[in-house]
């Protein structure tokens, strides 16, 4: 009787996961990603040891392509956003998306960090991916002598 217990309340909280991932997903729009462009960490950005958030609100348009983009820089002000925004919208100009999405909006976020140690002997920068639509590209800093 116990077993059967367990086995009742596995399948419910199974039941539950999976409805709660099926609205989460719609909103975030993850199946329409076909091929993304992860844009690399500005270098004139990483010299200045400049951190920044960038979020991206992608309209998919025809052929797979994305037909608006507009960005929001958060941290840094003046002109290093632009920078950043530009490296990003050229990157998600260059990425792909699911024919069937055409209409919808996606929203990305691209987190750019500095970090001190790179898993990799000589990487110059790591990229990660976090749910829903979340990528951090972690680089470390230059030291510049002048």
């Given at each position: 009787?116990?077993?059967?217990?367990?086995?009742?309340?596995?399948?419910?909280?199974?039941?539950?996961?999976?409805?709660?991932?099926?609205?989460?997903?719609?909103?975030?729009?993850?199946?329409?990603?076909?091929?993304?462009?992860?844009?690399?960490?500005?270098?004139?950005?990483?010299?200045?040891?400049?951190?920044?958030?960038?979020?991206?609100?992608?309209?998919?348009?025809?052929?797979?392509?994305?037909?608006?983009?507009?960005?929001?820089?958060?941290?840094?002000?003046?002109?290093?956003?632009?920078?950043?925004?530009?490296?990003?919208?050229?990157?998600?100009?260059?990425s792909t998306f699911n024919n069937?999405?055409?209409?919808?909006?996606?929203?990305?976020?691209?987190?750019?960090?500095?970090?001190?140690d790179m898993p990799v002997e000589g990487?110059?920068?790591?990229?990660?991916?976090?749910?829903?639509?979340?990528?951090?590209?972690?680089?470390?800093?230059?030291?510049?002598?002048?």
């Open positions: 009787m116990l077993s059967f217990l367990r086995w009742v309340v596995c399948l419910f909280a199974g039941v539950l996961t999976l409805l709660g991932q099926a609205a989460t997903e719609s909103a975030a729009n993850v199946s329409c990603f076909e091929r993304i462009i992860v844009p690399d960490y500005p270098a004139l950005a990483r010299q200045a040891r400049i951190a920044a958030d960038v979020t991206v609100s992608v309209v998919i348009g025809r052929n797979s392509a994305s037909h608006q983009i507009t960005t929001q820089v958060e941290k840094p002000r003046g002109d290093i956003r632009r920078l950043f925004s530009e490296r990003v919208e050229k990157a998600v100009r260059s069937q999405c055409v209409g919808k909006t996606m929203e990305l976020v691209f987190s750019f960090e500095l970090g001190n990487s110059k920068q790591t990229i990660s991916f976090s749910y829903p639509n979340r990528f951090t590209i972690t680089s470390t800093a230059v030291l510049v002598n002048p």
